[in-house]
């Protein structure tokens, strides 16, 4: 089932002109060119409007960044099977579906993070640059506020 929609202007198959993109949380208002979003606003379900610039996929937010290098590159550039993906299908992170993340435990891009030692893990211990290390205060809200967290594994997983 699709939660989302468009309702507006198209030319050649792409987002052209004005038009609005609605989703279940609220609705996005906006220009488009070539596919490519010049400006608009969203507006949260409760009224609440947020005005450009919108910073979710900013440098500092790393998480979906294939998705942002594909949205800059024209459609005939972009790779097969990079960037935003069709309807339907869903990305939970950078490398596309959720990583196996050990209960508790959450993804911190760069490695897990143990909320319980506040220690973030590396995926892999090549060599000395990669140990555990304490998060930052920063960090820690950052993560326990934006990363998947590993849940308890159904029976069928």
């Not at 507006?43 to 998480?63: N, V």
């Not at 995926?123 to 326990?144: N, Q």
Request: a negative charge; hydrophobic letters at 30%; proline letters at 4%.
């Amino acid at each position: 089932m699709v939660s989302s929609r468009y309702e507006g202007e198209f030319q050649n198959g792409q987002f052209h002109g004005t038009g609005t993109l609605f989703f279940a949380q609220g609705k996005y208002e906006g220009t488009w060119k070539d596919g490519k979003r010049v400006d608009g606003h969203f507006t949260f379900a409760d009224g609440l409007k947020f005005d450009d610039p919108w910073t979710y996929m900013d440098d500092a937010d790393r998480r979906f960044h294939s998705e942002k290098v594909a949205y800059a590159k024209s459609s005939s550039e972009a790779k097969a099977g990079s960037g935003i993906l069709p309807a339907g299908e869903t990305a939970h992170c950078d490398e596309g579906l959720q990583k196996s993340l050990p209960m508790g435990y959450y993804d911190a891009g760069n490695g897990m993070y143990d909320e319980l030692t506040n220690t973030i893990m590396p995926v892999s211990t090549s060599d000395m640059s990669d140990l555990p290390r304490e998060a930052t205060d920063e960090e820690a809200r950052w993560i326990k506020a934006r990363a998947a967290k590993g849940f308890p594994q159904k029976n069928n997983e």
